[in-house]
């Protein structure tokens, strides 16, 4: 054969070759077009959908959901969410793992709890992913995530279990602390409580009192007994740790209401602090009862006779839980209800009708919707159903007390006062002052320190 006939054949040779690999080719690369079932195998139950979840959580809770790069086996997929908390625009953090919260993924958590520095707690799992929070357990946003996912919820988290067996196990000293900032503050009393120094083994002195604060003993016994308590209940999910490089809410104003605060030593050098805003209302005696039920001795004196200047106010409590609620005005309930109607159809989002108690005792209705803004966290919107004037300026100034946001009027009309942290200039906070014909307040800002000065004078 020649030189010319076998580059010929050699050639064709070629030819086939490469059009055969480019028709294998073509066949894999429209089969992944043609989609993920031709070309990959179906999901498994139970799997873990991030992009899924992320879709219904932006719908159902709000705030932002995206894929989290976590460089640790089993870990991808993770979601991470950050959502504004409507109680004090505060924003919560979440972690959903893409594993259930059995023997191997509680092995998982805790070693990459390690290499994370923030306070993150288990607050509930299903048969496909965990959920983390760094934040109010107990905020609406938390209450959401469980819903919309149908959660197992933990209670208390395994974090706050821990931590009280923490304490329990290493604490040198205890200081309990109670005390009340409010209305009528020379009624109620203060409370401390301290355990003796194990290095001296020194003696708390006998229980002594004061006008305005009891002091008592609570031996080690007593205290270990404590920390089971704390943490059983919770309470570690809802404190707020407090650190001696940043103390400022440790030392700022109590908000309206008894503030719980304990603090002491753990070792030779280690220290721990905690302060939770126990506020005012039924739920407060139902924490107060419970810290009883574990003392003794002077200690348990000392709390019998701080629950004593209290019994006047349960009384009140119960009978204004045994009651419904009653509107601020007689049209109240049906103006809120098409209120909701309205904004839902002008606005968008869901509108609920809400009861919240104030400091001072009295439950106030409202409206509570929540709005998207750019690079904002859907941020909350309240509507009364009383123009914002005289005493209705209180009310108002009560309600947001203990709320960290800028909170300020954006429009009142002689039915209505809607409160919000956004900006006025937002197309959703237009929509609703033009929905329900408002005017501009005189004065829009909620003066929070007057209404906490009037609180604490009594008047």
């Known amino acids: 054969m020649s ?25 894999e690369a429209g089969a992944e ?12 139950a139970g799997a873990f959908d991030s992009d899924e979840t992320a879709r219904m959580l932006t719908r159902n809770v709000g705030g932002t959901w995206e894929r989290c790069d976590i460089r640790e086996e089993g870990f991808d997929g993770t979601l991470r969410g950050k959502v504004e908390a409507t109680e004090n625009a505060r924003e919560i953090h979440f972690f959903i793992f893409p594993f259930t919260y059995d023997e191997a993924g509680r092995k998982k958590i805790q070693r990459y709890a390690q290499k994370v520095s923030w306070y993150f707690r288990t607050i509930g799992f299903n048969d496909s992913c965990t959920v983390r929070v760094y934040g109010a357990t107990t905020a609406d946003a938390s209450r959401k995530v469980v819903e ?34 409010g209305k009528d ?12 120094r ?29 920390f089971d308590h704390l943490g059983r209940e919770g309470y570690f999910d809802r404190m707020h740790e407090q650190f001696a490089t940043s103390d400022v809410g440790w030392y700022s104003p109590n908000p309206s209401g008894y503030t719980l605060r304990f603090l002491g030593k753990i070792g030779k050098e280690g220290e721990y602090r905690y302060v939770l805003p126990l506020g005012w209302g039924p739920g407060l005696l139902k924490d107060l009862d419970g810290l009883r039920k574990v003392l003794d001795g002077d200690a348990g004196k000392a709390m019998d006779l701080l629950l004593q200047r209290l019994e006047p106010q349960r009384k009140e409590w119960e009978k204004a839980e045994a009651t419904p609620a009653e509107p601020a005005t007689s049209q109240e309930a049906p103006h ?21 108690l104030l400091p001072s005792g009295p439950k106030v209705r409202f409206l509570l919707g929540h709005i998207v803004v750019p690079e904002r966290d859907s941020p909350p ?10 005493k209705n300026r209180e009310i108002v100034g009560e309600f947001f007390l203990n709320m960290a946001a800028p909170f300020k009027v954006i429009g009142t009309n002689a039915r209505y006062t809607v409160v919000t942290w956004a900006r006025q200039s937002e197309p959703p906070v237009q ?29």
């Not at 503050?185 to 003796?196: D, H, I, N, Q, T």
């Not at 809120?336 to 002008?346: F, G, I, P, Q, W």
């Open 33 to 44: 077009e043609a989609g993920d079932s031709a070309a990959k195998p179906p999901r498994k």
């Open 3 to 27: 030189l010319r006939a076998l580059l010929t054949v050699a050639t064709g040779s070629v030819l086939l070759a490469l059009g055969l690999l480019g028709t294998c080719c073509l066949r």
């Open 336 to 356: 809120l209800d098409a209120v909701a109607a309205l904004l839902s159809k002008e606005v968008g989002g869901e509108w609920k009708i809400d009861t919240s």
């Open 381 to 390: 919107v309240y509507v009364f159903s009383f123009p914002y004037e005289k």
């Open 148 to 181: 919309a996912l149908k959660l197992t919820e933990l209670r208390p988290t395994p974090e706050s279990l821990r931590e009280a067996l923490r304490l329990k196990e290493t604490f040198a000293d205890l200081q309990l602390a109670l005390t009340y900032s």
């Open 185 to 196: 503050s020379a009624r109620y009393r203060g409370l401390v409580l301290e355990s003796p």
């Open 431 to 459: 929509k609703i002052i033009r929905a329900l014909d408002l005017k501009p307040p005189a004065d829009p800002f909620i003066h929070r320190q007057l209404i906490l000065d009037k609180l604490r004078e009594g008047k």
């Open 198 to 226: 194990p290095e001296t083994e020194r003696q708390a002195e006998p229980a002594k009192q004061d006008e305005r604060t009891l002091r008592a003993p609570i031996s080690r016994k007593q205290a270990a007994r404590l």
